[in-house]
């Protein structure tokens, strides 16, 4: 069959279309319909139509779209084209009412309601893990042979080289802005004091703490939550084994061991960086510092620093632990949650300091 021209023409209320109706040719038949005045367009004649593709059929859905006060009828399509064009018409789609948008008093109400059962399955969660650590500091049973030793490795040893270095570094920079300053005072000596009472009470506690909520706490949520997801926790109910118990439990007693070893290394270490400082910087002797820093700290700073990195760490295994239980989806809810938790778990640890520092020192 010869190829015809493509032509669109208007006659007795008819839109007649000729040749082919395709992504070629709908740039300029575009021009030539809306060059038409169609006040009384009733029908869309096809019969000389050869070939139609998806940008012909949305070229005719924009002209019935232009009337949508009547029904504008296509006749006279063969076969193909009529299939073409329940293919790909836009028209034939039912629209899905969208509901309508609560007010406000309904999103406040729905936020409260949902603050509450959260508040209460953490509550719930919170009383479970305290419970079953202490009954598993006499009893083993429901805890798998040498996981609190293997949580250990994971959670203290192999976060002691990363927690060394930031330590290192931020004691260096520490003393150094500091020891600027006292030197055009003729302050060096208490260069001292600060690294003391800086590193012991505030920055070893807290860096440890936000490092074990990046590193720790992420992959307690992940590693939880994608057991919730491939239902092993499920499993594990079905085989009478508490998942408190088996997961969390081991996690906690690993982290209540570690926690005061790392931030007692990370204060030392922090206050070597400062000690390089105070030798190459300020002249002061490693003697004279040692003897400053004794004199200076008290038990009771100790005390704080490392009293408040035990709620660092319990606050990490039991965000990580509450938001691996309520994950919902599948990876893509295993990544939410985790980057979840460690955002919760920095967020609590720097409220949890503040409050501490605005009991103990005021």
């Known amino acids: ?99 309508p948008k609560d007010n406000i008093f309904v ?101 440890t703490a936000i490092i074990l909520a990046g590193r720790s706490g992420s992959a307690i949520a992940s590693e939880i939550a994608t057991m919730s997801v491939t239902e092993e926790i499920d499993a594990l109910k079905m085989m009478a084994i508490n998942p408190i118990r088996y997961v969390v439990v081991p996690k906690f007693h690993a982290i209540t061991i570690c926690i005061p070893l790392l931030v007692t290394a990370s204060t030392l270490i922090g206050i070597l960086g400062g000690l390089i400082i105070a030798v190459t910087y300020l002249d002061l002797s490693a003697v004279v510092f040692f003897n400053r820093i004794f004199e200076v700290l008290t038990m009771k700073d100790v005390l704080v620093g490392l009293g408040k990195s035990f709620f660092f760490a319990w606050v990490i295994v039991i965000i990580g632990s509450y938001y691996g239980f309520n994950v919902t989806g599948g990876a893509e809810g295993v990544g939410k949650v985790t980057t979840q938790s460690v955002v919760a778990s920095i967020f609590w640890v720097i409220i949890l300091d503040a409050i501490n520092s605005l009991i103990f020192y005021f």
């Open 1 to 99: 069959m010869a190829a015809t021209e493509t032509s669109l023409a208007y006659r007795n209320n008819i839109l007649i279309i000729t040749g082919r109706i395709d992504k070629f040719t709908v740039p300029k038949l575009l021009p030539v319909y809306r060059s038409y005045k169609l006040a009384e367009l009733e029908k869309i004649d096809l019969q000389n139509v050869q070939h139609i593709d998806s940008a012909g059929v949305a070229f005719l859905d924009q002209i019935r779209q232009d009337f949508l006060t009547r029904q504008v009828e296509i006749i006279n399509a063969d076969s193909n084209t009529a299939g073409t064009i329940n293919t790909f018409s836009s028209l034939a789609i039912t629209r899905v009412a969208v509901p």
């Open 107 to 207: 999103q406040i109400g729905d936020g409260i309601f949902r603050w509450l059962d959260a508040s209460k399955s953490a509550v719930y969660l919170v009383a479970d893990i305290f419970y079953w650590s202490f009954v598993g500091i006499f009893d083993k049973k429901g805890q798998r042979k040498g996981s609190v030793t293997q949580q250990s490795i994971a959670i203290g040893m192999d976060a002691l080289g990363i927690i060394a270095l930031l330590s290192l570094i931020l004691g260096l920079i520490l003393a150094l802005q500091s020891a600027a300053q006292l030197r055009q005072f003729g302050a060096n000596i208490f260069v001292a004091d600060l690294m003391a009472i800086s590193m012991v009470t505030e920055m070893g506690p807290i860096l």
